[in-house]
């Protein structure tokens, strides 16, 4: 059984990685929503099928979308990133319930933050976003408030802190797990890339990366929350492996 989810959510990890990217010229990567479910395969299945699921899943979209030479960094980045999100949520359930709360609000305020702050300085204005690798992206303009923003950062951290008051409490600490995975993600490609192009084009991908972060972050604590109780009667606890 674990076998065949490993299977089967590495393909789900291509699948969303791939369905939709923005082309990022600088540095020859890509934005993409592979971080959604590489986090919540991770929080499911735990951390030997988030490695697996998310460095395969990863590396494979790179080699089909033709961003080969990202496939082996992102064999072991997203590997271990998978890894450490599903081990950490493994471990949250050691944790007190008053650090959980304490943890809930300080990991709800720096989600929302990041998501806000970000997507406000980068991704706010009249933007030029490339959709598709190269020439055979399709380049389209458009504008995007501040405000937006702004509203998605702080309904992110209500979000986050309305889960774990009323729902589950280990919510911040799941938050914290994927945020400390994202690091590794982050400081990773930031690694390659400026060994690959030098410092300034490695720079220029990191709030990328961060977006990544934080928008696999919303979708996928909401998601797993929604999932997990299924997921266990289904698969008779085989995500426990």
């Not at 010229?25 to 699921?53: D, R, S």
């Not at 406000?120 to 380049?139: D, K, L, M, N, Q």
């Amino acid at each position: 059984m674990s076998l065949a989810f490993a299977a089967v959510f590495t393909a789900l990890v291509c699948v969303a990685t791939m369905m939709f990217i923005l082309y990022v010229p600088a540095t020859e990567g890509y934005f993409n929503l592979g971080e959604t479910m590489v986090y919540t395969t991770a929080i499911l299945l735990g951390p030997y099928i988030g490695a697996i699921a998310g460095g395969l899943g990863s590396a494979l979209a790179d080699v089909l979308l033709g961003f080969s030479i990202y496939a082996p960094a992102t064999l072991v980045i997203k590997g271990l990133e998978g890894f450490i999100v599903g081990l950490l949520t493994r471990r949250g359930a050691r944790v007190s319930e008053t650090s959980r709360r304490y943890l809930t609000i300080g990991a709800s305020i720096l989600a929302g933050s990041l998501l806000g702050s970000i997507g406000a300085h980068y991704y706010s204005g009249e933007v030029a976003i490339t959709i598709g690798p190269g020439e055979r992206g399709a380049t389209i303009s458009a504008y995007v408030p501040v405000w937006l923003w702004v509203f998605l950062g702080v309904s992110v951290s209500v979000l986050i802190m309305a889960l774990s008051a009323y729902l589950e409490p280990e919510v911040g600490w799941t938050v914290l797990a994927i945020l400390s995975g994202g690091s590794i993600m982050v400081l990773g490609y930031f690694a390659y890339e400026a060994f690959l192009m030098g410092v300034e084009a490695a720079a220029f991908e990191v709030p990328v990366n961060v977006g990544q972060v934080s928008v696999g972050l919303a979708v996928a604590v909401p998601l797993t929350r929604a999932l997990e109780k299924r997921l266990i009667a289904f698969s008779g606890r085989s995500g426990e492996c």
